[in-house]
């Protein structure tokens, strides 16, 4: 069963840190793109970052450039995300899911992506 599950998410201040983990199972990660993507309440689905397959690339939003870093390790079939300097705008459900192959034009799309995890809920309080 292809499965992701995200974790990592909380209740922090603004200005401080969390890293979140998106841990595959069921397929081998390395073919696929993965995606983190938010959702407020009473918001869409927002894509946030990125990062490629065989290359490595890696994709940010303007809300979060600076801030966040994407990475993966295939080894250990789990891609995270480093969320530094939080804001209370970054208040929201995360997501992680894959895609066959990111591009700079369409990698927020988020119809592209299938097999969405649960989510974590990230809180930054002000």
């Known amino acids: 069963q292809v499965q992701f599950v995200e974790s990592g998410g909380g209740l922090v201040q603004a200005g401080g840190s969390l890293r979140l983990s998106c841990a595959a199972s069921g397929f081998t990660l390395d073919p696929y793109a993965i995606g983190w993507f938010r959702q407020a309440p009473g918001k869409e689905r927002e894509g946030v970052s990125c990062?490629?397959?065989?290359?490595?690339?890696?994709f940010y939003s303007d809300s979060v450039k600076g801030r966040f870093t994407i990475s993966r390790d295939n080894v250990k079939n789990t891609v995270y995300r480093q969320m530094n300097s939080l804001k209370p705008e970054d208040t929201a459900v995360y997501y992680c899911?894959?895609?066959?192959?990111?591009?700079?034009?369409?990698?927020?799309?988020?119809?592209?992506?299938?097999?969405w995890g649960q989510g974590t809920q990230v809180t930054v309080s002000s």
């Open positions: 899911a894959r895609t066959p192959t990111a591009r700079a034009s369409s990698w927020m799309l988020y119809p592209l992506y299938d097999d």
């Open positions: 990062i490629s397959s065989s290359d490595g690339n890696t």
